[in-house]
């Protein structure tokens, strides 16, 4: 059996209260355009690759603000609280590479103590 493959091209771009929908670049107007190549260019842009109709679905969830039917261990962390970063000193690795930690330091300190000494 031959394989199909289709590439196709959406652009969502929402301004102020609308979002609107161009199936190319050549579509979106020119000030818009200009707004695109600027926001496409910096370096928190990404492409978004997506292989069959469950990722399209998913996006415009995304996009109308609906909660995702994916599943994934981020999330679920994130939504039972076990992703919470904790903030100060983790006492377990400090005894776990206590030497790793000490060891440089007490060398160091032991040739500045030899070299001075003289």
Aim: charged content about 25%; overall charge positive; aromatic content about 6%.
């Amino acid at each position: 059996m031959p394989r199909v493959t289709l590439k196709t091209s959406t652009i969502f771009i929402s301004a102020g209260e609308e979002t609107k929908v161009y199936h190319s670049v050549d579509e979106v107007p020119p000030p818009l355009r200009r707004k695109l190549e600027q926001s496409t260019s910096s370096l928190n842009s990404a492409t978004i690759l997506i292989a069959d109709r469950r990722g399209r679905e998913e996006i415009v969830r995304a996009i109308r603000g609906l909660p995702s039917n994916v599943s994934s261990r981020l999330a679920s962390n994130l939504q039972s609280g076990n992703g919470k970063r904790r903030i100060g000193l983790d006492w377990r690795i400090l005894l776990r590479y206590w030497a790793e930690i000490l060891l440089p330091g007490v060398i160091g300190i032991s040739v500045w103590l030899l070299l001075s000494v003289r």
